[in-house]
């Protein structure tokens, strides 16, 4: 198989959905008109619908009306491509458009209707179809199923959807995404099986369907290996890699007034469909030597499939109702861009991870197993017979594979009858004790037991060959069959209409072109009369192509502002965003703690992503930081409340909290210091004197009485000095009973000092 190293474009092709119920329903004017002859799409402007504008015209590989069948596009646009890959190029299609605009519908279309049926499983019915009519050739078939969601890969098929997948990259195979599932499948119906689990599990993640999948991108990849042998008997292996992606909604999300999460979201949703678009512009702009491939995890993952080893095509999916005008002709203007990208597909022939080489080596591995199994059974055998009858038995002899199976049975009965019969003989012989007869019937029944493990061994190994060839497919079985052959035919007739539609339509777009040559070449005139009339109607032409023009360059200048302004608005959320977070920095991280951090950081290219160094080795010459404080003694840092709960219960283990210490900030003091007032020596001796514990008071009712009639005694019992005690104190009363002595049985009460006399 020669590679074809030569570069070919990216094939572009449009298609218009029908008017559907709600849109009729509104009266909505149809403002596309599709020339699928010239390949053609005209879109009227809707306001000024009259005279004065000029409706826009825009050409494309091949267009698609509302009456287009799902198998006309099949057969000819995606058909060619899905042959390539089944030769072992890399092929890749795209659904580009605004939501609702039939995007799933051209890649998936509806399931269990043969009609309406998409290109997905009309490229699993093409595959299997290619295979069972190949001849002397083996294929291996696997499918992956992934969505791209706000930049985060999930693996559609694996059992744990939480999981998020990553991009890697090696220099032989390029990028890839780690840990990605695939199923090798067998059949039509095995691969449809794969599609339903998937699409299933798009629609568990999602709490609302229609929104999720207009935010995120589906994409299905088939891989078709080939072994074949070339004519030096040598196996040659070629790797086909067919990518079927159904793109998010191109529309505008709005992102005003989105904030935090929103915002993070709103800024994701259409990165990789901007980044698309970037990618796309700088490849065909032919001045920019970088192609921001990295800036989106669908540009990076799909990178091949533009501007590099894939042959590829893209659907652009439009509307033709009125209100979506603007969506229709960004989606027209993007998609013809598209159309300058040049690919480099080539045959990717004897790749060093080729599944189908694992497998075949697998088989033959095992299959020298079970040889070298039935090698040492036979042997055994032969070595019996010649024991028994004495007969010459040539060992290691190759026998057929039928006669092999049949030999294998017999010998595993033989083996076993008699073990049985041995085991009867040794039952019915009464010449032996109970004891020695059990002994003997252990080991016959040891003995079986080995053999049927032995047995049980060998059929698994074989089941295991089994298994693993009837993977690895073969054609040509039924290629005789009648009815096979006559949907050959029909189907060759097929392309061959297919074929002759591209070049009518080529044929007629060349014409066109040579229609205004030849105007101009037309020179020379044979009245002066007809020269104005023709240069009146070449000047006519020729502003109605100025108008245009002027047209085109005034929308796409607009939308550029729209898309700047989107831009500036998304970058000033963004600033904000980031202004909260310095501020944040400043004010509650200590400058040290920052530098450490900033010193620690570093950019991972490899999962675009900010990482922080472990500690250990932020020095440069590897050192070892120093512990921390409050580690040593210990394997690892223990708060002292860990220290001294270890210590009063030993049974109790700490984990190291992973905190990051820092010294306590303290405040600066808005208090004074207590300080004592001055008092002099006087007042203090007599404060002490009274504030002397009261318990020590000893009371002589008896010196109370004199004391209250007439002068203080001299050196009476009471040890209070009373001079400087208030009269009306309690303190003079409480320790006294109320019945004071003043006169017998009358209580001492106070006198009332109120200004009510009484
Ligand atoms: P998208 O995936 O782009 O959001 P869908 O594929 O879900 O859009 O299409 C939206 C609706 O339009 C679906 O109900 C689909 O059946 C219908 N539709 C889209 N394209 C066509 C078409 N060419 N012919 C008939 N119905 C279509
Ligand atoms: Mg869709």
């Known amino acids: 198989m020669s590679k074809s190293k030569s570069s070919e474009s990216v094939k572009v092709v449009v298609r218009c959905r029908p008017m559907n119920e709600r849109e009729l329903a509104a009266n909505f004017q149809s403002v596309v008109g599709v020339d699928v002859k010239l390949g053609q799409i005209v ?58 605009t039939g995007k799933t519908y051209t890649m998936e279309g509806v399931r269990d209707d043969i009609e309406r049926r998409g290109v997905i499983p009309n490229s699993f019915e093409h595959i299997f179809t290619h295979i069972s009519r190949s001849q002397n050739q083996q294929y291996l078939v696997r499918a992956s199923y992934l969505e791209i969601y706000q930049e985060e890969i999930k693996d559609l098929l694996s059992k744990d959807q939480t999981r998020r997948l990553e991009l890697r990259e090696r220099p032989d195979t390029g990028v890839y995404v780690k840990d990605l599932s695939s199923f090798v499948t067998k059949s039509v119906r095995e691969i449809e099986r794969v599609m339903n689990v998937g699409n299933q599990n798009r629609s568990v993640g999602a709490t609302n369907m229609n929104e999720h999948s207009s935010r995120s991108h589906a994409i299905f990849v088939i891989t078709v290996e080939c072994s074949e042998l070339d004519d030096d008997g040598e196996n040659h292996i070629r790797v086909g890699k067919l990518n079927l992606v159904d793109l998010a909604g191109s529309e505008r999300q709005t992102k005003t007034g989105a904030q935090g999460e929103r915002l993070k979201e709103a800024t994701k949703i259409n990165l990789s469909l901007s980044a698309l678009g970037n990618v796309i512009s700088s490849l065909v702009d032919g001045r920019s030597s970088h192609i921001p491939y990295r800036d989106s995890k669908l540009t990076r993952l799909l990178q091949d499939s533009l501007g590099g080893n894939a042959r590829t095509v893209m659907v652009a999916n439009i509307g033709p109702a009125s209100y979506n005008v603007e969506e229709t002709l960004t989606t027209l203007r993007y998609s013809n861009r598209a159309k300058n990208i040049k690919n480099k597909p080539h045959i990717n022939e004897d790749p060093k991870d080729a599944l189908l080489r694992e497998f075949q080596e697998e088989i033959a ?38 006669e092999d199976e049949d030999d294998k049975a017999d010998y595993w009965r033989e083996q076993q009858e008699k073990l049985e019969r041995e085991r009867k003989a040794i039952m019915e012989d009464h010449s032996l004790v109970a004891e020695g007869k059990v002994l003997l019937l252990k080991e016959k029944e040891k003995k079986m037991e080995d053999l049927k493990k032995e047995r049980e061994a060998g059929e698994m190994l074989s089941a295991k060959v089994k298994a693993m060839e009837s993977k690895l497919l073969v054609g040509g079985k039924n290629i005789v069959d009648h009815t096979n052959e006559q949907q050959k035919m029909l189907e060759l007739r097929r392309q061959e209409i297919a074929e002759q539609k591209r070049r009518e339509r080529e044929m007629q777009q060349q014409m066109e072109n040579r229609d205004e040559e030849t105007l101009e070449l037309k020179e020379t005139y044979s009245s002066l009369h007809q020269e104005v009339d023709i240069k009146t109607k070449k000047l006519k032409k020729l502003f109605a192509k100025l108008q245009a023009v002027k047209a085109e360059i005034h929308d796409i200048q607009e939308a550029h502002i729209n898309e700047r302004q989107e831009l500036e ?15 944040i920095i400043e004010n509650f991280i200590p400058l040290e703690e920052k530098n450490k951090i900033v010193n620690r950081a570093y950019f991972d290219e490899e999962d675009e992503y900010w990482k922080i160094k472990p500690i250990t080795r932020i020095e440069d010459d590897h050192q070892m930081m120093s512990r ?37 900030d303290l405040p600066a003091r808005t208090t004074k210091e207590y300080q004592e007032p001055v008092i002099a020596p006087k007042v203090a001796a007599a404060l002490e004197s009274a504030l002397k514990d009261e318990d020590e008071i000893q009371v002589d009712a008896s010196g109370f009485h004199s004391r209250l009639g007439s002068a203080p005694p001299a050196g009476g019992s009471l040890k209070k000095p009373k001079s400087s005690r208030p009269r009306t104190g309690k303190k003079s ?6 019945y004071s002595p003043s006169s017998p049985g009358s209580p001492l009460y106070p006198q009332s000092r109120g200004l009510v006399p009484k």
Not at 63 to 70: E, G, L, P, R
């Open 43 to 100: 879109v009227r402007n809707p306001r000024e619908a009259s005279a004065s504008e000029h409706p826009k015209v825009f050409t494309f590989d091949s267009v698609y009306d509302w009456n287009s069948k799902q198998i006309d596009l099949y057969d000819e646009t995606f058909r060619p491509l899905v042959d390539s890959v089944l030769l072992g190029f890399n092929g890749t299609i795209f659904a580009y458009g605004q939501t609702g």
């Open 365 to 402: 591995r095992l299959k020298e197993q079970l040889q070298k199994r039935s090698g040492r059974k036979k042997k055994r055998r032969g070595r019996r017979r010649d024991g028994s009858d004495g007969e010459d038995q040539e060992n290691g002899e190759m026998e057929d594979e039928e």
């Open 569 to 583: 608005q998304t970058q000033n959320e963004l600033t904000r965003d980031l202004k909260l977070k310095h501020l």
């Open 628 to 664: 921390p404080l409050s580690a040593v003694g210990c394997r690892r840092p223990l708060s002292h409340y860990a220290r001294m709960a270890m210590i009063t219960r030993p049974e109790m283990r700490y984990k190291g909290e992973n905190i990051m210490m820092l010294d306590l």
């Open 733 to 738: 009363s409480t320790p006294t009973s109320p």
